[in-house]
Each structure stands twice: as structure tokens, then as C-alpha cells.
């Protein structure tokens, strides 16, 4: 807004001036609907909306065990621009066993500015069969850990129900490497340990 004009005192111009004030809409880069963390069989699930993006680059997922120190455990690429709800979801499949868990998720900008929406928890429950596949997503390269050394065949299953990939645990390790070739998509990570117990884990392959 811009004023031009002269003070004066009774009918004598004493003073010219130009008085120019200006705004700057301040544009916020993200507006959270909500963040809530929720456990999904053995899997945690992280879901956030945005009502609005705007220069937005992707969004880090933190996890902490005191809701005082986190670290990151994913990422998920922004739509960047938008007007419109736009919903995220991120699943832990490898969490830490603590008797709370709390997480937020980090949204950065193009220009490396970053804000953070509010701090979920969530008080997971244990199935006990110790089992955990990491990184997820991955791409090409997983791995596999078991707390307890024991041998359990496993089978990577498509969402056609079609078995691709099938590897045998050794009864002496509890980490194993599993390279893929795998197509982008998810997929059921199924175990069976020698008594028959069966158990399954979804994976993502980017």
C-alpha cells in the first residue's frame, strides 16, 4: 500500500511525504490435517495428509523410544505442489521392542527449509516370533533377522499369490542377505520354521 501526500499545520504545507508500507505473504510450505502411527499385525504404519504443498521435496519419518532423540528411519517423496488432501504412509516393519514408541514425520523444502508435524505414540504389541526385514522399501537388496538362531524356509509371494523368490535360513544365523531382481510393487514375505509356525511380513520393492 503506497501514500503520497503533505502534512501541513493550518493552510501552510510544512512537510512532503511519501509513506510506502508493504506486506509479504508468508506461504507455508505444508499444512498437516494429521499424523497418526498405528500398528498393523507386526508392522507399524505412520499416515499423515497435507491440506496444501507447496516446494516441498519429500518427508523423513523419525522414530524415537523417549520422544527427546530421533533418528531417521525412512523417506517418502512429496507431490510438491498441491491444493488438494493428499494422504502418506510409511511402514516400520523393524521397530525397536520398547514399551512406547514415538514418531513424526520431517517435511523439507526444495530450498532445504524444513518443520516438523506434531509427535505421535504408539504402545506396540509383540508377537513373539522375532522376525524383521530391512530396508523397507528396498531395491534389490534385502535382509533378513531373526532373534533366535533357528532354520525357516522363506518364500517372497507377489500379489498375483505367485511364489518369486524362495530362500532357506540357515539354523545358525540370524542375519541373512537376500539379493532380488524383483519388480516395483508389494510384496508377502512369508516364514515357516521347522515346527510349522508360519508367519508373514509385507514388503515393498521401489
Do not use: C
Not at 499416515?47 to 525412512?74: C, L
Not at 502418506?88 to 516393519?93: C, G, H, I, L, R
Not at 509427535?119 to 524383521?132: A, F, K, R
Not at 533366535?148 to 535360513?169: A, D
Amino acid at each position: 500500500y503506497a501514500f503520497s501526500g503533505a502534512i501541513t499545520s493550518g493552510n501552510l504545507p510544512v512537510l512532503n511525504v511519501e509513506l510506502a508500507i508493504g506486506y509479504r505473504q508468508v506461504l507455508l510450505a505444508v499444512e498437516w490435517l494429521g499424523v497418526e502411527a498405528v500398528q498393523k499385525e507386526s508392522d507399524i504404519t505412520v499416515d499423515w495428509s497435507t491440506g496444501t504443498e507447496y516446494d516441498v521435496t519429500h518427508f523423513e519419518i523419525e522414530r524415537s523410544v523417549d520422544a527427546i532423540h530421533f533418528e531417521k528411519i525412512g523417506e517418502v517423496d512429496a507431490i510438491g505442489f498441491s491444493q488438494v488432501r493428499t494422504d502418506y504412509s510409511f511402514w516400520d516393519t523393524d521397530f525397536p521392542f520398547a514399551k512406547d514408541l514415538y514418531y513424526r514425520v520431517k517435511q523439507v523444502d526444495y530450498d532445504g527449509a524444513f518443520d516438523f508435524s506434531d509427535v505421535v505414540s504408539i504402545s506396540p504389541e509383540y508377537n513373539g516370533n522375532g522376525l524383521s526385514i530391512y530396508p523397507n522399501p528396498n531395491s534389490g537388496e534385502l535382509f533378513v533377522k531373526q532373534q533366535k538362531p533357528q532354520q525357516r524356509t522363506i518364500q517372497i509371494v507377489n500379489s498375483f499369490g505367485q511364489v518369486v523368490l524362495e530362500h532357506t535360513f540357515g539354523p545358525d544365523a540370524l542375519v541373512q542377505k537376500i539379493s532380488h531382481q524383483l519388480s516395483a510393487g508389494v510384496y508377502q514375505v512369508l516364514f515357516e520354521n521347522a515346527t510349522g509356525e508360519k508367519v508373514s511380513k509385507r514388503m515393498v520393492v521401489k
